[in-house]
């Protein structure tokens, strides 16, 4: 069974940096897409990016040069590299695991706050 496991969220103060991890235990899939997505409170959970098992990326175009997604095959990890963050990018971050044969799972979140 495949379970996804967020982690690095926490409170961060407007301009600084925070990465958050999704690990990926279990069955592996050969092909899939992962992504990052976000959810702020009273909002609809927008996509924030996405990685590819053929190693390609994609990010919101609103958050390209400040968010990077990565992943280490070795490690089952993806990564959210997140940068000059803003009060705006308040919300619950979770990864997403779409795999052959219709599979389609999620962690369980990650809590971002950007406040001073």
């Known amino acids: 069974q495949v379970q996804l496991v967020e982690s690095g969220g926490g409170l961060v103060q407007p301009g600084g940096s925070l990465t958050l991890s999704c690990a990926v235990s279990?069955?592996?899939?050969?092909?899939?897409?992962m992504g990052w997505y976000r959810q702020a409170p009273g909002k609809q959970r927008d996509m924030v990016a996405s990685?590819?098992?053929?190693?390609?990326?994609d990010v919101r175009d609103s958050l390209k040069g400040r968010f990077t997604i990565s992943g280490d095959n070795a490690k089952n990890t993806i990564y959210l590299e997140m940068k000059n963050l803003k009060p705006e990018d308040t919300a619950v971050y979770s990864c997403?695991?779409?795999?052959?044969?219709?599979?389609?799972?999620w962690g369980q979140g990650a809590q971002v706050t950007v406040s001073s």
């Open positions: 279990g069955s592996k899939f050969s092909v899939y897409i």
């Open positions: 997403n695991i779409k795999g052959l044969g219709g599979a389609d799972l």
């Open positions: 990685i590819s098992s053929t190693g390609g990326t």
